[in-house]
């Protein structure tokens, strides 16, 4: 059961401005790093990873320390929680989300309306993909941009595999060290880290070796 969503007033809700795309497009030539940031300290912490060269944010939650976050800096903000209702959207959109990931178990009729109305506040919506059938489905219906979500890299890699090179792909592995990252190059776009990855020394090199 997600968590009740923060209340927001629809009558401030203002455009995107920010293109997700264009910030992770690396026609897989590179890999970009997207760092999951915590609720403490959101602002210095956005500040930091944006000084280490990251092009994108992420953040589990639309809330105060999203809005922090993003608003102390100028790159996208992804929202990584799962848009089942116009009010998950909007919620996003209010706190500061650039992007947002549709439900995949919403049906596809109603996901479109979803992906249509992110798309009316200047927001890019993704398709989310756990399996190789979603990942199809997503490449099928002519996805832009496609968030792959699996236990580790070798997961992740299994769903890339055979994903036309014209979308976008973003990994969200649950595990992934430095090591693995780098297993990830030449298989999609960008990943999505944790602090174990983005909070460590070295960081900003990891960075621009990965996407130089």
């Known amino acids: ?14 455009p995107s401005t920010r293109d997700l795309l264009q910030a992770v497009r690396t026609r897989r030539a590179g890999l970009a790093l997207l760092p999951l940031l915590a609720s403490e300290e959101p602002a210095r912490e956005a500040l930091r990873s944006v000084e280490s060269g990251v092009t994108a944010l992420a953040m589990s939650e639309p809330g105060s320390a999203m809005e922090e976050a993003a608003a102390a800096t100028r790159v996208p903000m992804l929202c990584l929680r799962l848009v089942a209702a116009k009010e998950d959207y909007l919620a996003a959109r209010a706190y500061g989300a650039d ?3 549709l439900d995949p178990s919403v049906d596809p ?104």
């Open 99 to 101: 992007a947002i990931l």
């Open 109 to 212: 009729a109603a996901r479109a309306d979803l992906a249509k109305g992110a798309r009316s506040t200047r927001m890019m919506a993704l398709e989310v993909a756990r399996d190789p059938a979603q990942a199809k489905r997503a490449a099928d219906a002519g996805a832009r941009a496609l968030l792959l979500q699996g236990p580790d890299v070798a997961a992740i890699r299994a769903l890339a595999t055979g994903l036309p090179s014209n979308i976008t792909l973003l990994a969200w592995p649950e595990r992934a060290a430095e090591a693995d990252l780098r297993k990830l190059t030449g298989a999609v776009d960008a990943a999505v880290v944790g602090v174990d990855v983005y909070g460590v020394t070295g960081f900003e090199r990891l960075v621009s070796e990965l996407n130089p």
């Open 1 to 14: 059961m997600p968590a009740p969503l923060p209340p927001f007033n629809i009558g401030t809700l203002v």
